[in-house]
């Protein structure tokens, strides 16, 4: 699936893991395919699934960020989650004990204005200090931002959550009828396994719509950044703060940048979760996002933002696909069985493969400069790959 | 090349009563000398004598007590290291510090100070400027690197070359910064004699091209050899300064190395 967000990516450049990811991810879209075809996987349901698959990934990136980038240890995925989520939902919702009512771009607005008021609060204190302070201050915020959420009622509606919340593209031209005016569509590929698409289908295509715009620019922005000279000030930062300082480079400004940057990924993800499940509640802020973003990136390599993508997608996976268990007779219960699977995947990722699935494997140099440079045209592949790469004497 | 009796008016670095205790231990006490423009200061001192504590008061990573620390006739005292290194003082760690999944291309190119690409907003306002910078200090950095023989390297994982090659990598990365003082902390230390000959004429070569040098270093034989003059550290402060012969045949040097006498 990663190649679909990296066209430029040509077949042939691809290194073993990226290879058997490509082959994976095609065998299990095929999978869905067939699943789809035969109407055993709902069309709108398939499509909710894309689109929190879209939402993981974009939590993962807002990680990525951080910690892949920097080394920042961020704990509170959820809490900035929850603002990007309560942040539009309030300002948006019918329900909204607050304002409420407003254009879902206000909302957008203010949900990470409020992501990055907070994010500067809690890096102003902890940045100049150790890791270790960002990581405790931000197990606290989360905490926190929790605990205002349920019991600040006049505010949030504590732990009722808000309800009564429009659609994204409620109020654009085209886009907010759109589901509405499309027909129903009747697809009979396989005979005798009809697959009907309502309006209830052409909503959920366009919050995948809306998923793919905000994890596409997400992307391309990180992308760009990850192979700058400001993506490496804070490799170099996660490496060795010290050598960094050493070299002229304000280090705490950079990892401010960063943790921002991160941030507001999140709450964008919020944000779209707002629209994409037209309710929130305080368990959305549960310690498990926090989990679950960070397994992503771990998974997928940490520093990586294909890998970042791809552990997005694992986690909805198994977070969604454990739920056709049910129909399975099994001795245990679905939501246990997630996260031993979780588990599982963790121990076997830790013990075979360290570095995550799609760990960054190419030399990050501004593009321009390989191709025009006196650089090799071709930039070192594998660089993580190789151990004891020779030429040592 | 000068000699250590010149007046020091056109000194790049001048610390001046310089102290630092950590509790009731003064790591420096009151340490007072210049580095002249254009010379390999060397900076020798038995175990202990506060040579390290000293270069990290002067690049910034630790805050002295009292005293001044000048870059170029800038007062730097209580700067942050960043903002040292800006007035061009650059420094070099006793343990090489790893890159980890860089290649040394890679690692060479963090060495550029105040490059356009570092400015978030400007990879995406001018994308141009920030490709024009990246490509000239590609070049300087393989230029570099092939002044140093060490281009083969280029490609390879910045973790996976010798210590010594480590060494000549962040001289080498040291120099894309354009220091105006080069702080060496133990250049030589671990490494072995054929590298360390390579080093040794390599800091003379940059000498000579005009960068000025500070270097802590435990190999008498390379630091006799190379720097001029020497300023020697005991406990804190400066037991004297002199020609590397001068420093050689004094009784209050060898007492402090011996021991003896205290």
Same mark, same amino acid.
């Given at each position: 699936m990663s190649a679909l967000t990296d066209p430029k990516g040509a077949i *042939?450049?691809?290194?073993?893991?990226?290879? $058997?990811?490509?082959?994976? &991810?095609?065998?299990?879209?095929?999978?869905?395919?067939a699943a789809l075809l035969t109407g055993a996987l709902g069309p709108t349901y398939f499509l909710f699934l894309v689109g929190l698959a879209g939402m993981y990934a974009l939590l993962s990136?807002? %990680?990525?960020?951080? $910690?892949?980038?920097?080394?920042?240890?961020?704990?509170?995925?959820?809490?900035?989650?929850?603002?990007?989520?309560? !942040?539009?939902?309030?300002?948006?919702? &019918?329900?909204?004990?607050?304002?409420? !009512?407003?254009?879902?771009?206000?909302?957008?607005?203010?949900?990470?204005?409020? *992501?990055?008021? %907070?994010?500067? +609060?809690?890096?102003?204190?902890?940045?100049?200090?150790?890791?270790?302070?960002?990581?405790?201050?931000? +197990?606290?915020?989360?905490?926190?931002?929790?605990?205002?959420?349920?019991?600040?009622?006049?505010?949030?509606?504590? &732990?009722?959550?808000?309800?009564?919340?429009?659609?994204?593209?409620?109020? $654009?031209p085209v886009l907010s009828t759109f589901p509405e005016t499309m027909p129903g569509i009747r697809l009979e590929v396989i005979p005798g396994s009809p697959v009907i698409l309502e309006t209830a289908f052409w909503r959920a295509s366009l919050n995948v719509l809306l998923v793919l715009a905000f994890a596409g620019a997400v992307y391309f922005v990180l992308r760009r950044a990850h192979r700058s000279p400001w993506g490496r000030v804070l490799r170099t930062i996660r490496s060795d703060e010290d050598l960094a300082r050493a070299l002229g480079k304000d280090t705490y400004s950079f990892k401010m940048q960063s943790f921002v940057l991160g941030s507001l990924i999140m709450a964008l993800a919020g944000v779209f979760y707002t629209h994409l499940n037209l309710y929130v509640g305080p368990g959305d802020l549960d310690p498990i996002t926090t989990f679950y973003a960070w397994v992503a990136v771990i998974l997928g390599g940490s520093g990586s933002n294909r890998g970042a993508l791809f552990g997005g997608i694992v986690i909805v996976t198994i977070r969604e696909g454990t739920r056709f268990l049910n129909d399975v007779a099994l001795p245990i219960d679905p939501a246990p069985l997630r996260l031993l699977l979780i588990g599982i995947v963790i121990v076997a990722v830790m013990r075979y493969r360290p570095q995550g699935i799609l760990p960054p494997q190419r030399e990050l140099i501004w593009p321009s400069a390989v191709d025009g440079g006196g650089a090799p045209e071709t930039p070192d592949s594998g660089v993580r790959e190789r151990k004891g790469g020779g030429g040592d004497e | 090349m000068s000699e250590g009796a010149l007046p020091k008016d056109d000194a790049v670095l001048r610390v001046d009563d310089l102290q630092k205790s950590f509790g009731g231990l003064a790591a420096t006490d009151h340490a007072t000398f210049a580095v002249e423009r254009g010379t390999i200061t060397g900076l020798i001192g038995p175990n202990g004598a506060g040579k390290s504590t000293l270069f990290n008061l002067i690049s910034g990573f630790y805050e002295p007590d009292g005293g001044t620390v000048e870059v170029n006739g800038t007062d730097v005292t209580g700067m942050e290291p960043y903002q040292v290194a800006d007035h061009g003082l650059i420094r070099t760690f006793q343990t090489p510090r790893k890159l980890e999944g860089?290649?040394?291309?890679?690692?060479?190119?963090?060495?550029?100070?105040?490059?356009?690409?570092?400015?978030?907003?400007?990879?995406?306002?001018?994308? !141009?400027?920030?490709?024009?910078?990246?490509?000239?200090?590609?070049?300087?950095?393989?230029?570099?690197l092939e002044e140093f023989e060490i281009d083969h390297l280029a490609a390879q994982p910045a973790t996976d070359i010798s210590g010594g090659q480590m060494k000549l990598v962040e001289l080498a990365r040291a120099m894309l910064a354009e220091p105006e003082v080069l702080l060496l902390d133990e250049p030589v230390a671990g490494v072995n004699p054929t590298l360390a000959k390579k080093l040794k004429s390599q800091i003379r070569r940059l000498n000579e091209q005009g960068t000025t040098f500070l270097l802590i270093e435990h190999d008498m034989e390379f630091v006799m050899d190379l720097a001029d003059p020497i300023v020697v550290l005991d406990q804190g402060h400066v037991l004297t300064e002199g020609t590397p012969d001068g420093v050689r045949s004094d009784d209050r040097v060898i007492d402090a190395y011996l021991g003896g006498g205290a």
């Amino acid at each position: 699936m990663s190649a679909l967000t990296d066209p430029k990516g040509a077949i *042939a450049e691809l290194t073993r893991p990226e290879g $058997w990811v490509l082959g994976v &991810s095609v065998a299990f879209l095929l999978f869905l395919l067939a699943a789809l075809l035969t109407g055993a996987l709902g069309p709108t349901y398939f499509l909710f699934l894309v689109g929190l698959a879209g939402m993981y990934a974009l939590l993962s990136f807002g %990680l990525n960020a951080q $910690w892949g980038f920097t080394g920042l240890i961020n704990f509170s995925v959820a809490a900035f989650f929850g603002i990007g989520a309560y !942040g539009s939902a309030l300002m948006t919702a &019918s329900g909204s004990p607050i304002a409420g !009512g407003y254009n879902p771009l206000v909302g957008l607005v203010v949900a990470l204005v409020v *992501a990055l008021v %907070l994010a500067l +609060l809690i890096g102003i204190p902890t940045l100049r200090l150790r890791a270790d302070y960002l990581a405790i201050a931000s +197990l606290g915020l989360a905490e926190v931002m929790r605990l205002i959420v349920l019991n600040e009622r006049w505010l949030t509606n504590g &732990s009722a959550g808000v309800r009564g919340i429009p659609g994204f593209f409620k109020g $654009w031209p085209v886009l907010s009828t759109f589901p509405e005016t499309m027909p129903g569509i009747r697809l009979e590929v396989i005979p005798g396994s009809p697959v009907i698409l309502e309006t209830a289908f052409w909503r959920a295509s366009l919050n995948v719509l809306l998923v793919l715009a905000f994890a596409g620019a997400v992307y391309f922005v990180l992308r760009r950044a990850h192979r700058s000279p400001w993506g490496r000030v804070l490799r170099t930062i996660r490496s060795d703060e010290d050598l960094a300082r050493a070299l002229g480079k304000d280090t705490y400004s950079f990892k401010m940048q960063s943790f921002v940057l991160g941030s507001l990924i999140m709450a964008l993800a919020g944000v779209f979760y707002t629209h994409l499940n037209l309710y929130v509640g305080p368990g959305d802020l549960d310690p498990i996002t926090t989990f679950y973003a960070w397994v992503a990136v771990i998974l997928g390599g940490s520093g990586s933002n294909r890998g970042a993508l791809f552990g997005g997608i694992v986690i909805v996976t198994i977070r969604e696909g454990t739920r056709f268990l049910n129909d399975v007779a099994l001795p245990i219960d679905p939501a246990p069985l997630r996260l031993l699977l979780i588990g599982i995947v963790i121990v076997a990722v830790m013990r075979y493969r360290p570095q995550g699935i799609l760990p960054p494997q190419r030399e990050l140099i501004w593009p321009s400069a390989v191709d025009g440079g006196g650089a090799p045209e071709t930039p070192d592949s594998g660089v993580r790959e190789r151990k004891g790469g020779g030429g040592d004497e | 090349m000068s000699e250590g009796a010149l007046p020091k008016d056109d000194a790049v670095l001048r610390v001046d009563d310089l102290q630092k205790s950590f509790g009731g231990l003064a790591a420096t006490d009151h340490a007072t000398f210049a580095v002249e423009r254009g010379t390999i200061t060397g900076l020798i001192g038995p175990n202990g004598a506060g040579k390290s504590t000293l270069f990290n008061l002067i690049s910034g990573f630790y805050e002295p007590d009292g005293g001044t620390v000048e870059v170029n006739g800038t007062d730097v005292t209580g700067m942050e290291p960043y903002q040292v290194a800006d007035h061009g003082l650059i420094r070099t760690f006793q343990t090489p510090r790893k890159l980890e999944g860089m290649t040394v291309r890679e690692a060479m190119l963090v060495g550029p100070r105040n490059q356009p690409g570092e400015s978030f907003l400007r990879l995406f306002a001018s994308p !141009g400027s920030v490709g024009e910078s990246e490509s000239a200090n590609l070049a300087d950095a393989e230029r570099i690197l092939e002044e140093f023989e060490i281009d083969h390297l280029a490609a390879q994982p910045a973790t996976d070359i010798s210590g010594g090659q480590m060494k000549l990598v962040e001289l080498a990365r040291a120099m894309l910064a354009e220091p105006e003082v080069l702080l060496l902390d133990e250049p030589v230390a671990g490494v072995n004699p054929t590298l360390a000959k390579k080093l040794k004429s390599q800091i003379r070569r940059l000498n000579e091209q005009g960068t000025t040098f500070l270097l802590i270093e435990h190999d008498m034989e390379f630091v006799m050899d190379l720097a001029d003059p020497i300023v020697v550290l005991d406990q804190g402060h400066v037991l004297t300064e002199g020609t590397p012969d001068g420093v050689r045949s004094d009784d209050r040097v060898i007492d402090a190395y011996l021991g003896g006498g205290a």
